[in-house]
């Protein structure tokens, strides 16, 4: 997690990216996409970098185009990682900001929105939110799992998962490597009883689907496949 890449290409944060709103849940600054009368509902985990990251947003908005209701929690309560600030390098911030308290606030979160009748609820992890939600589901607090290049997560963690999970790893990746990925892979196809899948996107880094360069097409298609990817695991399970 302290490794250069994790904190690679930072995006321009924006508070008023997006076509959603903003509002409190469950104790959090929270960004909302989609329709309040939908019956699924879809939370979305950044990265260090925090919920103004104009991509994640973007991919809110393109799920809760599905039909799903779409929540960014802020779990850095307005204090994302900035790279610029030497004085508290990615070590420290951590510190403050451990995925352990992540999990821990998205409990009251996952209760507010159930609360509002949401029959079902999938989350994604982005880095350092995959932690978080390979976490929620060990607890079974969600009906499916999606991480996309994944810090934080253990082998002991994937067999500790009781939720459908897939798995979107990078090939350009010293955090998860391709090496881990695979063992990811042979602990899911040994677990006939939770269904899950890995898969390995080639030619692309740590944080290619959030942290991409929207002009850049060849960084714009496989940030987009994987988004695809994401919307079918959830469009699967989470109903």
């Known amino acids: 997690m302290s490794g250069p890449q994790c904190c690679s290409n930072p995006p321009t944060l924006n508070p ?3 076509t959603g709103h903003v509002e409190q849940l ?23 970098f925090g919920y103004e990251a104009p991509n994640l947003r973007k991919l809110a908005d393109k799920v809760a185009a599905t039909g799903f209701f779409v929540v960014v929690p802020d779990f850095f309560h307005g204090d994302p990682y900035v790279p610029e600030n030497t004085h508290r390098p990615i ?9 352990d308290k992540g999990f821990e606030a998205a409990k009251p979160v996952l209760e507010a929105v159930k609360s509002k009748g949401f029959s079902a609820v999938g989350a994604a992890g982005f880095c350092w939110g ?12 969600i009906q499916a799992a999606v991480l996309l290049h994944p810090s934080l997560v253990t082998v002991d963690d994937i067999k500790g998962v009781k939720a459908p999970i897939a798995i979107l790893g990078a090939e350009i990746d ?13 602990v899911l196809t040994a677990r006939s009883e ?9 030619k692309v880094a740590h944080g290619w689907t959030v942290r991409y ?9 496989p940030a987009e496949e994987a988004h695809q990817n994401l919307l079918e695991w959830f469009a699967k399970y989470v109903k």
């Open 16 to 18: 008023s990216a997006g």
């Open 130 to 141: 995959a932690k978080v939600v390979v976490e929620l589901a060990k607890a079974e607090l």
């Open 213 to 221: 360069d929207v002009e850049d097409e060849a960084a714009v298609k």
């Open 91 to 99: 070590p420290v911030w951590i510190k403050d900001h451990g995925t």
């Open 26 to 48: 469950g104790g959090l600054s929270s960004y909302i996409s989609g329709s309040p009368n939908s019956k699924l509902a879809v939370l979305l985990i950044s990265d260090v």
């Open 174 to 186: 010293n955090i998860s490597p391709p090496e881990l990925l695979k063992q990811f892979e042979e």
């Open 194 to 202: 939770v269904d899950g899948y890995v898969k390995i996107f080639p």
